[in-house]
């Protein structure tokens, strides 16, 4: 890796400096993906639906009906139970470059559900900031190969 090192803090570099910032200062990219949690039903969620505790499948259209009719009569739907759930975001991973997160989600997105780049900032972040600085101005590509170069 470490001879790699410098060619992709050159690509970094040019990429910080050529990028569409998405009218954001200091951006900084993130994937997210989604994710189901379940909810109470009287509050927000995204869908409700019948599930089979035993099984861990959903119900089709007509056994969703007959469980339905069950419910109104009062009687016992078994291992199955009513859930709701919402969808949230899921953090992944961040990257200074946009292309950064889709080298990421070329090797990784198949594993993830429903994935998204979002792009933030780093605003008023000092550390990050001096750093992506450093990284568009190419002073860390520098010092790698120094150090390469002693080692």
Known sequence: MSQQLPE???????SLNTQDGRYTADPFYCVFSKREIVVDADYDHDRV???HQERHIEASKTTERRLEGLRRDGRETGDWVKLAVKEIDCFETACFTEQGCKDFLEIQGHNLRKPFI???SLFRNREMTALREALMAGQLAAVECKEAANG
């Open 118 to 120: 979002y792009a933030t």
């Open 8 to 14: 992709l803090l050159q690509r970094m570099q040019l």
């Open 49 to 51: 639906f019948w599930w």
